[in-house]
């Protein structure tokens, strides 16, 4: 293939997308939930089991909209890899561990309940101090206090969700926001500066910016210790390559001809579970899931396609050539309209990154992943399958219209049907 060129094909905000770093699907889980009655108290008898009480560190990047305009999608990663580094090395100093798998610019922490929330808030404003002197994007950082249930390597329930939302949707770079919870556990004449966060009201409850407040003393955090990567060693270590040598000319065309390849990407995301409690609607999710997950393994085709992830509400799936992935597309949506699951499907083909991870599992990147995110998450209507202008070719005669929206600040062609 061609080297990408460093301006890329991609749009504003292409590396700054909701993603759950969860690995996977506690399968387990669910199937001890179908066997069961599926009451309100099955539900909590079960989640009990997995219930874990701590903070929930979320952070999520900003400023990435202006570079990912003029640089190419290795060079968008390498940048975003320092921040992770950084917070990492400060949460684990103080005895936090990383949760999922740090897909894209997401990462998340758990802190266990018995840490001091001035040791956590104190090391959440050295990390920033050290991104804003060594990195050139800035991280947005949310903290609640609460019970999540820990499944598969990830969060799941109402708190982590909506530490989450709070994280990716309302703060902005080089902010630290907590929750009340995390304030009512800082000690009375405490050190800190902290002003209550205009705005809506979130489902957290009140949210607490912090200003300032004593750094982290006496540790000497590992930045060499590594976060849970999204990719395989081979490659992140180009990634630092490629971070320590920027103005090598020819290092980035040899690592994009390297890593990246074209291929193609379904994106599908099902529609929500509606319940009468928070349990019950987690139970009910992870179920339709499962079932999204059964659907499209039976449906893929034996050569030249693979599932990537399913995680949360998203399947992501992988295929060498267009024309077998938009016919994949077609027969997952009827295929989960037999069962009752209202899905939304983006198809976009081009170069894109994917590599099995250090854990085993496998991740994606690329704007083909990020052009399908917003052709189904945000512009599409439940039902409906995306494509994108680079698959006007395989959209058959009249199951396709074209279509032009705004998103993300810029307009772009692609097909409804």
């Known amino acids: 293939m061609t080297p990408e060129s460093p301006t890329g094909r991609h749009a504003p905000g292409d590396f700054d997308i909701a993603r759950d770093v969860a690995g996977g699907l506690p399968l387990a889980l669910v199937e001890q939930w179908r066997r069961g009655g599926q009451t309100a108290a099955d539900a909590r008898r079960l989640l009990s089991r997995y219930a874990i009480d701590g903070y929930s560190v979320v952070s999520d990047s900003a400023g990435l909209t202006k570079l990912s305009e003029r640089l190419a999608l290795l060079e968008v990663l390498a940048l975003i890899d320092r921040p992770k580094r950084i917070l990492h090395a400060y949460g684990r100093a103080i005895g936090g561990r990383a949760i999922g798998v740090w897909a894209a610019d997401n990462a998340q922490l758990f802190h266990p309940a018995a840490t001091r929330a001035p040791a956590l808030l104190s090391a959440l404003l050295s990390v920033q101090d050290e991104i804003e002197r060594h990195c050139r994007i800035r991280i947005a950082i949310g903290v609640h206090h609460g019970i999540f249930s820990e499944l598969s390597g990830g969060l799941y329930g109402a708190d982590a969700e909506g530490i989450e939302d709070l994280a990716e949707n309302h703060l902005?770079?080089?902010?630290?926001?907590?929750?009340?919870?995390?304030?009512?556990?800082?000690?009375?004449?405490?050190?800190?500066?902290?002003?209550?966060?205009?705005?809506?009201?979130?489902?957290?409850g009140a949210v607490h910016q912090v200003l300032d407040g004593p750094r982290l003393e006496d540790v000497r955090p590992d930045e060499d210790e590594r976060y849970p990567?999204?990719?395989?060693?081979?490659?992140?270590?180009?990634?630092?390559?490629?971070?320590?040598?920027?103005?090598?000319?020819?290092?980035?065309?040899?690592?994009?001809?390297?890593?990246?390849?074209?291929?193609?990407?379904?994106?599908?995301?099902?529609?929500?579970?509606?319940?009468?409690?928070?349990?019950?609607?987690?139970?009910?999710?992870?179920?339709?899931?499962?079932?999204?997950?059964?659907?499209?393994?039976?449906?893929?085709?034996?050569?030249?396609?693979?599932?990537?992830?399913?995680?949360?509400?998203?399947?992501?799936?992988?295929?060498?050539?267009?024309?077998?992935?938009?016919?994949?597309?077609?027969?997952?949506?009827?295929?989960?309209?037999?069962?009752?699951?209202?899905?939304?499907?983006?198809?976009?083909?081009?170069?894109?990154?994917?590599?099995?991870?250090p854990g085993g599992g496998r991740d994606i990147a690329g704007a083909p992943v990020n052009l399908a995110s917003k052709m189904a998450q945000d512009i599409g209507r439940p039902g409906h399958v995306y494509l994108s202008a680079a698959l006007r070719e395989q959209t058959g005669l009249g199951r396709f219209v074209p279509v032009e929206r705004a998103v993300s600040g810029v307009r772009i062609s692609f097909f409804e049907g």
């Not at 599908?268 to 899931?289: C, I, K, N, Q, Y």
């Not at 659907?295 to 893929?300: E, F, H, K, P």
């Open 172 to 204: 902005d770079g080089g902010e630290i926001a907590v929750t009340q919870p995390v304030v009512d556990r800082l000690p009375a004449g405490h050190a800190f500066t902290l002003r209550r966060k205009d705005g809506p009201p979130h489902p957290l």
């Open 229 to 357: 990567i999204p990719y395989s060693p081979d490659l992140h270590a180009d990634l630092l390559r490629l971070e320590r040598s920027p103005a090598d000319p020819e290092l980035l065309p040899r690592l994009t001809a390297r890593h990246l390849h074209d291929r193609t990407v379904v994106l599908v995301e099902r529609g929500a579970a509606p319940a009468e409690t928070p349990d019950l609607a987690l139970l009910r999710g992870l179920a339709l899931s499962a079932a999204m997950k059964e659907t499209g393994l039976r449906l893929l085709p034996p050569s030249g396609a693979a599932e990537i992830k399913v995680a949360g509400p998203l399947a992501i799936y992988l295929f060498d050539e267009p024309a077998p992935a938009v016919h994949f597309a077609l027969r997952l949506r009827a295929g989960l309209a037999e069962r009752e699951i209202v899905c939304r499907i983006g198809v976009d083909t081009g170069p894109v990154l994917t590599a099995k991870t």
